[in-house]
């Protein structure tokens, strides 16, 4: 009852008769404290009749329950207004761990206090703490399932949430319980998969024979197609149009302009998709190989750094616009390339497979229709380098200056075609330039060489003066190839011009001598005049051979002549094909065969049917 008297004297209810109240605002202060609530009832009624509130005396009424009053709480907090590092709670305290399912990792910590409130509906401590606050509690939200865990921990004393709760290690572990889908996706992986990948194992290995076989049988092919064409009893063959991939490749209306019949970009590259198989030759400035470009064989003439202006020179010759001829050989492209460490330029042509002129009549003798052939396409090769195409387009007239068996090809299908211009001069009438280039005035083979430039009296000025040069080289080839044709059942070794005066590789002087001094000229045997085919080509020789420059035919015209030739021993040759069909002999005239269908006849298929005594 100690507490009883104490407020009773408080409130000068015992003992204390002369004590006075405070002011009623005070009273009404001092009724809020816990302190009046320990009178009894007998006294309080006394003090509120006192104070004048007896009105309140139910609010204070002893029978009504009293409310116990929450105690004040400190903890510790990381996310409380201006940075505080502590707060206060009636509530209690928290603090939250955030962490993944399978390794633990912690990702969140938060801590701090419980929210007060009055209101009894509010729910959000319960949340917190998943149920009524107790003095210390913590609990786990999630599941092995689920990407992370929650840990949280209530507790409710001084700065009892410091540090984080205890992670749940039970759910943290590395192999789920249900992992079905897991199964599923690796299984079906694999069932996939497999199939698959061994499909694409077979198809490759499918490609692979595939390419193999299809390699082997075009080489088969190519090789029976050229069985196929050979003319019998040589190894001349006929090509017909379209079956070499390079041939449509330079014949293609497609071009840069510059009359090769290929892209530039083509001539920027070509050299890095071109393998060197075997050297074929040795000339004036470098090697000459055969190579391999997609499959098709080429020709590389490779010039050494030190002949560069050669190479430039070829190169600018070949690219002349409308310089593109049958009998003349295909120019693919130039290139700058690197081989054995050393800078080299190459030159790359069409391969023609039989050589030179010079090496095939080293080998091989000739009959009158192939004497012909060959004589009509090297002339024809010549007379459109001799001759000038005037318009936007044109083509300037050139002079070879080195015509000789060594630079005239033989093609598949027994004709002829020009080649190595290095030394060629260009010429324009309308400006009437005459592009030399840096050779000297002597140039060529000496053997080959005119009487006007042994002596050094041409006027290199003048272009028709190397034209007329060209002319009589022309003439000592038709001497070299009527020599090796069969005439009377026998032919003559293969010799080069005079041989019978001069030794292998003869002086300036020593040529001079005998083709200027003596006027000496290769001799024409007798029965080449009693034999109507020989005696065409050994007055065209004779006419060819002239000291007079101006005096010796012009290419036009040699090979106008024979092309009437050629005329007439096609018109014998298909008289034997009738006869051979038919079995009685027909007579017929030039008339019925127009020379338009014979010069057709050179490259067709007319020209395997013929029948040949060449003795190889």
Excluded at 423 to 446: I, Q
Aim: net charge positive.
């Amino acid at each position: 009852m100690g507490s009883n008297s104490t407020a009773a004297d408080y409130f000068g209810l015992k003992g204390g008769k002369d004590k006075l109240l405070k002011d009623a605002e005070s009273t009404k202060n001092i009724l809020k404290d816990n302190t009046v609530r320990t009178l009894t009832k007998k006294e309080r009624a006394e003090v509120l009749r006192k104070l004048n509130l007896t009105n309140h005396i139910p609010l204070i009424n002893r029978d009504q329950p009293i409310k116990k009053t929450k105690k004040i709480i400190t903890c510790a907090c990381n996310h409380c207004n201006n940075f505080a590092p502590n707060c206060t709670s009636s509530e209690g305290c928290f603090s939250s761990l955030m962490y993944e399912t399978r390794t633990g990792i912690t990702k969140s910590y938060h801590y701090g206090c419980l929210h007060d409130t009055k209101d009894p509906h509010n729910m959000s401590n319960e949340f917190t703490c998943a149920g009524p606050r107790k003095d210390s509690a913590s609990y786990t939200s999630g599941s092995q399932e689920t990407k992370n865990l929650v840990t949280t921990k209530c507790c409710a004393t001084y700065m009892c949430n410091v540090g984080p709760p205890p992670k749940n290690l039970k759910y943290v572990i590395p192999i789920p319980v249900n992992d079905t889908k897991s199964h599923f996706s690796r299984n079906m992986a694999i069932n996939i998969g497999a199939p698959v990948a061994a499909f694409c194992f077979l198809l490759a290995i499918v490609v692979a024979i595939f390419k193999v076989w299809q390699r082997k049988g075009k080489h088969f092919t190519n090789k029976k197609k050229e069985n196929a064409y050979l003319i019998p009893g040589t190894t001349l063959a006929a090509e017909p149009l379209g079956e070499d991939s390079l041939r449509r490749l330079i014949d293609v209306s497609v071009s840069s302009g510059s009359g090769s019949g290929l892209p530039k970009l083509v001539q920027r590259t070509v050299a890095q998709q071109i393998i060197l198989m075997e050297i074929i030759g040795k000339g004036r400035y470098g090697e000459v190989w055969r190579g391999s470009w997609k499959g098709e064989n080429v020709a590389v003439k490779i010039f050494a750094s030190r002949d560069e202006q050669s190479w430039f020179r070829e190169t600018g010759i070949f690219n002349t616009v409308m310089l593109r001829h049958d009998n003349i050989l295909g120019y693919i492209a130039s290139d700058i390339a690197t081989r054995n460490e050393t800078t080299c330029m190459w030159l790359i042509t069409r391969y023609h497979m039989h050589g030179s002129l010079y090496d095939y009549l080293n080998i091989h003798t000739l009959d009158p229709y192939q004497m012909c052939l060959i004589a009509l396409s090297t002339i024809s090769g010549l007379a459109h380098l001799h001759s000038e195409i005037f318009g936007s387009l044109g083509k300037p007239a050139i002079a070879h200056r080195d015509v000789k068996t060594k630079n005239i090809l033989v093609k598949r299908d027994g004709q002829c075609c020009i080649s190595d211009l290095g030394l060629a001069v260009l010429h324009s009438s309308e400006s009437n330039d005459l592009d030399v280039g840096t050779n000297s005035e002597r140039v060529g083979t000496k053997r080959y060489m005119s009487p006007e430039i042994l002596e050094q009296k041409m006027s290199t000025s003048n272009f028709e003066a190397h034209k007329q040069a060209d002319m009589y080289a022309m003439g000592l080839v038709f001497w070299e190839i009527a020599r090796r044709t069969f005439l009377n059942g026998s032919a003559n070794e293969y010799q080069p011009p005079y041989y019978d005066k001069l030794h292998q590789d003869p002086s300036f002087d020593e040529v001079k001598k005998v083709v200027c001094e003596d006027k000496y000229r290769p001799q024409i045997a007798k029965q080449w005049y009693n034999d109507e085919n020989f005696i065409v080509l050994a007055r065209l020789m004779h006419e060819c051979w002239y000291e007079k420059p101006s005096s010796r035919l012009t290419a036009l015209r040699v090979k106008k002549t024979l092309s009437k030739l050629m005329t007439r021993l096609d018109n014998e040759k298909r008289l034997q094909v009738r006869e051979f069909e038919f079995g009685v002999v027909t007579q017929a005239t030039s008339s019925d065969i127009t020379p338009a269908e014979s010069m057709n006849t050179m490259s067709s298929s007319s020209s395997l049917s013929y029948k040949t005594e060449s003795r190889l």
